[in-house]
């Protein structure tokens, strides 16, 4: 009898090894991911042995992992029903939870296996990848880091810190903490040195904080494959761009582009042809620029990526229309497309159709939560249309002993996208050091602004000029109209009508002086630098006096950044009558003189501009003289919302009061926004 038992024993002992070795062919489908055939063969296994366990449970993975997470989780339970405390089975039941992306019912679910099985390897790696799922990193990588307590240096759980650190990491960008998501992306090396998956989302941190060397270095490490180069030269060049270096950016991108028709990836090739239209877009040469996108846009159809090079291309030239008819071709495709949402904003921005601006960036922040350059749009739109108080304060001298102190408080308030508000306050006392004769000057006025159409405005401003003089005084209408009109992409005009009254010093401002312009403004720019501004103006004087005025300039925009701006101006008056013992009033005065402006910042937060100019006028018949002006200007932004500067300026050009003069002011500003967004619709431009 005894012997009988043994050899049942034996038996099926030699059973369940045999069903293992039978089982090992699908093991290995399993174990290489060939999910489909595992189903199919553990299928046919159980059809012979209905109540083998283990290839229960492999029927049920292969089920699930082949696309059908539903029917594995109704097999497995019915499997806990049997078994109801076999830790196999209900790892197996809890994972599938996983495959169906159920994450909150696998959490209470894992949370109590790790309760019951703290020791168990799977059991911790299942609950943490389940807390990963979650978006709750913190706590993952507490429970990953138990997981290779009990296997260190276990593969699946190195593989799966790896992914809750990039997971946190991208969390800490959202939130703008970019020095916590750097910290957390590097501790990645210590497990995956050099990994590129980490690489490549370390040097996009550094792009948005504009680390320029600390992202190209990354990008160095990633180039150690031929494809791979040729990614490191594409977030090269961008990271030249965004360090303003352009030419260099090209160059780079001439080297990726020729470096990748080698490689046989067609993903990579449109990203770096991609790359490369940009880059010449960036370096303004928007001829090449637009024969290149044609010809990808014959290459490859009008996909997106085309119609987004497009869209930046019209962006650049002032061509919004059709950019903006590109980014909804682009939506019309891909409604969550990054390049589509922001770009669409931006080119309502730029055509002044600010409430879809503001509905077009809210829904980019809907599908990009915090995404910077979204909100740094907002910020802008609402910089533009936040009220504001302007605050300046000169002091002026010629040498004609005349001094002048000025205050100016400008407030304005816009009340909706279309209509803005302003109120203006100016005190100003003149004095001559040599007459001793004083004259106060006090100006209120209030003004508004319509947009009719997103590119024509009128403006209109009326208000009082009172002065006070040796103890007289008078009180003259201030008035000023004008229409602001785009006539076409590129242009500028401005047509408009001023009345107001001579204040420059005490001797003209106790003439009452008060004079009525119309004028016409017109700036014609273009894509390839040059400029051409012209102003005409028609005056006339309560004295009965008349003047004529043309001033033209012809400039070309050297370099963007800094911004260097050079060219030739020419100036024309005339007077209908000439009384040179009162005021400069020639018959005929003309001025040509070369001039230069520099803009740029020197700091991340201060800019500077400088315009100078030389030259020669002539006063009627007379000789020429030698003229020099100069300009300078500096500002800092102390806050999002205050900022505040000094400007000095010189000038011997001649003036209203005589050739041979000599003008010099100084003077301080401040600029603060007092709401941090508009009146207006708060609830769309609040985010």
């Known amino acids: 009898m005894k012997r009988f038992i043994h050899i049942i024993i034996f038996v099926v002992a030699i059973q369940g090894v045999l069903a293992q070795s039978e089982m090992e062919t699908g093991f290995q489908l399993l174990e290489k991911g060939n999910f489909s055939q595992a189903e199919n063969f553990f299928g046919d296994f ?26 594995a989780n109704t097999l497995f339970n019915g499997m806990l029903e049997k078994h109801p405390d076999d830790y196999e089975v209900r790892i197996n039941y809890y994972e599938s939870f996983l495959w169906g992306k159920q994450f909150k019912a696998a959490e209470k679910l894992y949370a109590g296996l790790v309760e019951d099985y703290p020791n168990k390897f799977g059991a911790v790696l299942g609950y943490a990848n389940t807390l990963s799922n979650l978006q709750k990193y913190k706590e993952a990588l507490q429970w990953i880091e138990k997981a290779l307590q009990l296997q260190p240096g276990n593969p699946s759980a190195l593989t799966s810190k790896k992914y809750m650190n990039l997971g946190l ?35 996009n941190v550094f792009l948005i904080t504009k680390e320029v060397d600390s992202a190209k270095t990354s990008y160095r490490r990633l180039a150690i494959s031929a494809k791979d180069s040729v990614v490191a030269l594409n977030g090269i060049a961008l990271a030249e761009h965004i360090g303003e270096n352009d030419k260099v950016a090209l160059k780079v991108a001439i080297q990726s582009k020729n470096k990748v028709d080698k490689i046989n990836d067609n993903e990579l090739k449109e990203k770096t042809f991609e790359r490369y239209a940009q880059a010449l877009i960036w370096n303004r040469k928007f ?17 997106n990526w085309v119609l987004a090079l497009k869209a930046t291309h019209g962006m650049y030239t002032g061509n919004i229309k059709s950019s903006l008819q590109h980014y909804d071709a682009i939506l019309a495709s891909d409604s969550t497309s990054f390049d589509g949402n922001l770009g ?5 921005f730029a055509l002044g159709r600010i409430e879809e601006a ?42 004609g002993n005349n001094i002048a102190y000025a205050t100016n408080t400008s407030v304005n308030l816009p009340l909706s996208t279309k209509l803005q508000t302003v109120v203006n306050y100016q005190y100003r006392l003149t004095e001559n050091s040599e007459t001793s004769a004083k004259a106060h000057t006090h100006t209120a006025t209030a003004g508004v602004t319509y947009a009719m159409l997103p590119k024509l405005k009128v403006v209109g401003l009326a208000g009082i000029n009172n002065a006070q003089f040796n103890g007289n005084g008078y009180s003259q209408p201030i008035i000023s109209a004008k229409v602001v009109i785009e006539p076409y992409r590129l242009q500028n005009l401005e047509v408009g009508y001023q009345r107001e009254v001579q204040n420059f010093n005490t001797d003209l401002i106790e003439r009452e002086i008060v004079m009525q312009h119309y004028g016409l403004n017109y700036n014609l720019g273009s894509n390839f630098g040059l400029g ?50 009162i005021y400069f009033s020639p018959e005929k005065y003309q001025a040509g003189e070369f001039f230069a402006e520099v803009s740029g910042k020197f700091s991340g937060n201060s800019t500077y501009r400088i315009n100078a100019a030389t030259g020669l006028q002539q006063v009627e018949d007379d000789d020429m003289t030698s003229i020099f002006r100069v300009e300078m200007n500096l500002k800092h932004q102390f806050t999002k919302r205050l900022s505040g500067g000094l400007y000095g300026k010189y000038s011997n050009i001649a003036s209203a009061t005589a050739a041979g003069f000599q003008f010099t002011e100084v003077g301080i500003q401040l600029k603060w926004l007092f709401k941090k967004q508009p009146f207006f619709n708060g609830s769309i431009a609040s985010r």
Not at 50 to 68: H, M
């Open 46 to 71: 159980l059809k012979n042995n209905p109540d083998n366990k283990t290839a229960q449970i492999c029927y049920g993975r292969a089920v699930g992992l082949n696309g059908n997470p539903n029917k």
């Open 169 to 203: 990491a991208n969390t800490l960008v959202q939130a703008q903490n970019y020095d916590e998501a750097k910290i957390k992306l590097k501790s990645i090396f210590n497990d995956f040195p050099n990994d590129r998956e980490t690489l490549l989302n370390l040097a």
């Open 287 to 303: 001829v090449s620029a637009k024969k290149y996108i044609d010809s990808l846009s014959n290459q490859f159809g009008d996909k």
């Open 344 to 348: 669409k904003a931006n080119a309502l």
């Open 358 to 399: 503001y509905a077009a960036t809210n829904k980019t922040l809907s599908i990009f939560e915090n995404q910077k350059d979204a909100q740094g749009l907002i910020e802008k739109i609402n910089g533009q249309y936040s009220p504001y108080v302007q605050e300046t304060a000169s002091y002026s001298f010629d040498n």
């Open 532 to 581: 051409w501004y012209t102003q005409l103006m028609h005056t006339e004087q309560s004295d009965d006096n008349q003047r004529d005025l043309l001033f033209t300039s012809l400039y070309y925009t050297a370099l963007r950044k800094p911004n260097l701006k050079f060219g030739l101006n020419y100036q024309y008056l005339a007077f209908a009558e000439q009384v040179p013992t």
